[in-house]
T-cell receptor
Framework: EAGVAQSPRYKIIEKRQSVAFWCNPI?????LYWYQQILGQGPKLLIQ????????DSQLPKDRFSAERLKGVDSTLKIQPAKLEDSAVYLC????????????FGPGTRLTVL | GENVEQHPSTLSVQEGDSAVIKCTYS??????FPWYKQELGKGPQLIID?????GEKKDQRIAVTLNKTAKHFSLHITETQPEDSAVYFC????????????FGKGTRLHILP
């Protein structure tokens, strides 16, 4: 079975620019997560979707970050405008359903903000 | 909210020796404790997990123990091999959330030849 796909794998931008990341979860997985992983730290949940509805976005900096999952499959995460402290790896994960244990992670997008 | 502490941050062991990574959690209602392995340039991958009604679980060279009273759990890797070199994350699921997991800061494990 194909895993979680993410693109791009790497992105370098100037501060105040915009950037978008794309995620395609494992087929049939209803729950999708976006995490931010700063160098030397564990992943931190930004937003969680159940199908196309938001379950938890309490850690999402809503003044600059936005995410959507319009058809309950693919998802995009956007940052506008980017700050230096947004430099991190952005991980997408999916699980079969809300409440199932295992989350499957994609390879991540490494963002560098200059 | 839940807080997960992980030690050590870096661990070097000789190939063939054992490695132990320890974690503590703050929410006594936490009920699920997964361990993830992250190799360079890849996303975390689940390697073993344990639920709060179990004290120990083993899968080949990997074992996890849980002490609910002390609120700590540990990962044990025996007969370490070069491919065990990676960053390992412990995590805990708070009792009030069925799916959210909180990660520790990670342990970078080096297997020395």
């Amino acid at each position: 079975e194909a895993g979680v796909a993410q693109s791009p794998r790497y992105k370098i931008i100037e501060k105040r620019q915009s950037v978008a990341f794309w995620c395609n979860p494992i087929s049939g997985h209803a729950t999708l997560y976006w995490y931010q992983q700063i160098l030397g730290q564990g992943p931190k949940l930004l937003i969680q979707f159940q199908n196309n509805g938001v379950v938890d976005d309490s850690q999402l900096p809503k003044d600059r970050f936005s995410a959507e999952r319009l058809k309950g499959v693919d998802s995009t995460l956007k940052i506008q405008p980017a700050k230096l402290e947004d430099s991190a790896v952005y991980l997408c994960a999916s699980s079969l359903w809300f409440g199932t244990d295992t989350q499957y992670f994609g390879p991540g997008t490494r963002l560098t903000v200059l | 909210g839940e807080n997960v502490e992980q030690h050590p941050s870096t661990l070097s062991v000789q190939e063939g020796d054992s490695a132990v990574i320890k974690c503590t959690y703050s929410d006594s209602a936490s009920n699920y404790f997964p361990w993830y392995k992250q190799e360079l340039g890849k996303g975390p991958q689940l390697i073993i997990d344990i639920r709060s009604n179990v004290g120990e679980k083993k899968d080949q060279r990997i074992a996890v123990t849980l002490n609910k009273t002390a609120k700590h759990f540990s990962l044990h890797i025996t007969e370490t091999q070069p491919e065990d070199s990676a960053v390992y994350f412990c995590a805990a699921r708070p009792g009030n959330r069925d799916d959210k997991i909180i990660f520790g800061k990670g342990t970078r494990l080096h297997i020395l030849p």
